[in-house]
């Protein structure tokens, strides 16, 4: 009985001890749910958190996309109102440009009919001139052929020994001389200082006659021309008769006398240049003018003494064409007009805010008033700036009557204006500013690598919480275990001790599927050929977007064609521009490109490339030829370097791609760079060149 009670006492406390465990653990999972419904409804609210914040970001990237559409909107009209004055102003240069050529084309078409007129006129003044002198029949207007004539008949006569005839037709303006230094008796009592023209006249027929002799000629017999001469001149033409006395004496005050005292005047020879002529025949018509003028004031009764003549076909307000300065040519430096443009277009920027802030002052009565107070009458006399006597602001307050400021500031008039002021206050209107304020002005910051650490790292540990999250609801199933060789007993436990080799080829099989999806990922990430092109093209291009470098490097011998191949298709591939200047002494090497591309090929040339390197068939020939070849060849390989001569930065390209070319001379290559623009590459490594050549 007492173990009948013992035991059921025992089942009893059992039990109880059951309901016990089974309440706690009811209560542990109610706890459970409670938390695990207490996370999901924090889910939610950061959900709907996330989602409100992601509808403003979208709304306000919204509002961001029209503004800058209104902007783009804007510039548009703004650059068609540009165009369109541009056009205007070309139309209108255009228009100019047709005038002035016509007016140019009007002027020489008339400056070509006045010269012709005017030679026509010289033409026939110098017709009348010829026949009046014929007509006269005076010995100065003999043409040159006769007056020649008649010297070299004179010479002859001289130089036979004979006296001229005095009949002869010399030029009583050209030639009196001759006429008074005819042949006479020698005389052989000439005073001192005198003019013994006969012994003269001796002297020079003797040694006529020696050089005769000498060549074997006769003496010539008298021209038919100069007997013509003698019978056909006409009495008034007929030259005086000769001085009876063969001596001429020079005075000491320099007066040419003969032998009886009388002086002898001589008549020099007048110039027959063409200068001349026309220089005094314009004389003589200015003169012959200016006569004729005052004849005309003199018969008009207008002239008066000492005054000149009035042209009265002059107009003293016509400006002459020859007076009108010459304006240089002004050059505007570069961004000039863009500079004005931009100020331009700021004038027009503050226009608009000014029309919107007197829109907003007409609505107020702000405006209104404000002109209305403004609008003082001027007194006569008065100038645009005036200082009032009472500001309109104070007219309101001081005491009435009162004009002037020293009348307010009385004791009584202040009193009374005291009155005026109130607590109340006279608040502006305010308006919306013309930017953003609320928008918060982030400027970009450059983290440092330690920091893009912490960043990656905060963000991966993020994707990964969220990750558990999912699974932890349901929502995504939990990854399969990633079992691997080493950890396969780790991992399967009794598994793989039951079937092993079941268990490694499953494993070997989850390893091979990893690695064919870790391949297809990296290949599927794997740019193309025409990506990779496109995507290099663009690294250079954005190395040439802010500046571009050149350097000119020096190579005494180019001749080699795989060097050759070797510097023109690396410059090619990196994207450079330049030439190659093949010369029989050296070759000069220009490039002009990016920063990146430039280091590349400075390394190429510099370092890479051995240039003392021996050529193809050296060998060979070192081993058949003599020792004075070998030596040449080491000492070209040793000479056989590449110098850079240059490096800057240059304002744009002179060159639209890289191509070699072979030179003749030194000229030939400098012109060639002469027509891009840049001599001074050839300049600077010739003369280098040379130097190092005499150090040599």
Not at 24 to 31: F, I, N
Not at 75 to 102: A, T
Not at 146 to 166: D, H, V
Not at 216 to 223: D, K, L, R, T, V
């Amino acid at each position: 009985e007492s173990k009948g009670t013992m035991s059921a006492s025992k089942r009893a406390a059992d039990g109880e001890g059951e309901r016990h465990e089974k309440r706690r653990r009811e209560d542990k999972d109610e706890r459970e749910k409670h938390g695990r419904d207490e996370e999901r409804s924090e889910r939610r609210r950061d959900d709907r958190e996330r989602r409100r914040d992601d509808d403003r970001d979208r709304h306000d990237r919204d509002r961001e996309r029209e503004r800058d559409k209104e902007r783009r909107h804007r510039g548009d009209d703004e650059r068609h109102e540009s165009r369109d004055r541009h056009h205007d102003r070309e139309r209108e240069r255009d228009r100019e440009r047709d005038r002035s050529g016509k007016r140019e084309r009007e002027e020489t078409d008339s400056s070509k009919r006045t010269r012709h007129e005017d030679d026509r006129k010289r033409e026939e003044r110098k017709d009348e001139k010829k026949d009046a002198r014929q007509a006269s029949g005076n010995p100065s207007a003999l043409s040159k052929e006769e007056a020649a004539e008649r010297g070299r008949l004179l010479m002859e006569q001289i130089a036979s020994g004979s006296k001229p005839s005095s009949t002869t037709a010399t030029p009583s303006s050209a030639k009196p001389a001759a006429a008074a230094a005819a042949p006479a008796p020698a005389t052989s009592g000439a005073a001192p200082g005198g003019l013994n023209i006969a012994a003269m006249q001796a002297s020079f027929a003797a040694r006529l006659d020696a050089l005769r002799n000498k060549v074997g000629m006769s003496a010539p017999p008298p021209s038919a021309a100069a007997a013509a001469a003698t019978t056909t001149t006409p009495a008034s033409s007929v030259a005086p008769a000769p001085l009876k006395s063969g001596k001429l004496i020079l005075t000491s005050d320099g007066r040419l006398v003969d032998s009886s005292g009388k002086e002898v005047k001589l008549d020099h020879p007048t110039s027959e240049l063409k200068v001349n002529m026309r220089a005094k025949e314009k004389k003589g018509a200015v003169d012959a003018f200016k006569k004729k003028l005052a004849s005309k004031d003199g018969k008009d009764g207008t002239a008066s003494v000492g005054v000149a003549p009035v042209n009265p076909y002059f107009d003293p307000t016509l400006k002459s064409s020859a007076d009108r300065e010459r304006r240089p040519l002004q050059f505007r430096e570069e961004g000039y007009y863009q500079e004005m443009a931009e100020r331009k277009r700021a004038k027009q920027r503050l226009e608009a805010l000014q029309a919107e802030i007197s829109a907003a002052a007409k609505k107020t009565g702000i405006s209104s008033a404000t002109k209305l107070a403004l609008a003082v009458p001027r007194l006569e006399g008065e100038s645009d700036i005036r200082v009032p006597d009472v500001e309109w602001w104070d007219k309101e307050i001081i005491a009435p009557g009162c004009t002037t400021y020293d009348a307010a500031l009385a004791e009584e008039a202040m009193a009374e204006s005291l009155k005026a002021v109130t607590h109340l206050v006279q608040h502006p209107i305010p308006f919306e500013p013309p930017i953003d304020g609320n928008r918060a002005v982030v400027l970009p910051v450059r983290l440092t690598e330690k920091e893009r650490k912490k960043i990656r790292l905060q963000r991966r540990k993020e994707d990964e919480r969220e990750k558990q999250e999912k699974i932890r609801l349901g929502l995504m199933d939990a990854p399969a275990p990633k079992v691997k060789i080493a950890n396969l007993m780790r991992v399967l436990g009794t598994e793989a001790v039951q079937d092993p080799t079941k268990v490694e080829a499953v494993v070997r099989a989850q390893m091979a599927l990893r690695q064919e999806r870790h391949e297809s990922a990296n290949e599927a990430r794997k740019l193309t050929p025409a990506q990779r092109q496109a995507k290099r093209l663009q690294k250079f291009k954005k190395d040439t977007k802010f500046e571009i470098q050149a350097c000119v490097f020096r190579i005494n011998d180019l001749r080699d064609k795989r060097k050759c191949f070797k510097v023109e298709a690396n410059a090619t591939q990196l994207m450079l521009t330049g030439v190659g200047l093949l010369h029989r002494d050296l070759a000069v090497v220009v490039v002009e490109g990016g920063a990146r591309s430039l280091k590349l090929y400075k390394k190429l040339m510099l370092r890479r490339i051995r240039w003392h390197e021996e050529k193809e068939g050296d060998d060979e020939a070192a081993s058949d030829g003599d020792d004075d070849a070998a030596a040449a060849a080491e000492e070209e390989k040793r000479q056989n370097h590449c110098v850079l001569v240059w490096e800057g930065t240059v304002q744009e390209r002179a060159f639209d791609k890289f191509e070699m070319k072979p030179v003749r001379s030194e000229m030939a290559a400098r012109e060639l760079l002469q027509e891009r623009g840049v001599p001074q590459y050839w300049d600077l490594a010739f003369s280098q060149a040379i130097l190092e050549s005499a150090e040599d």
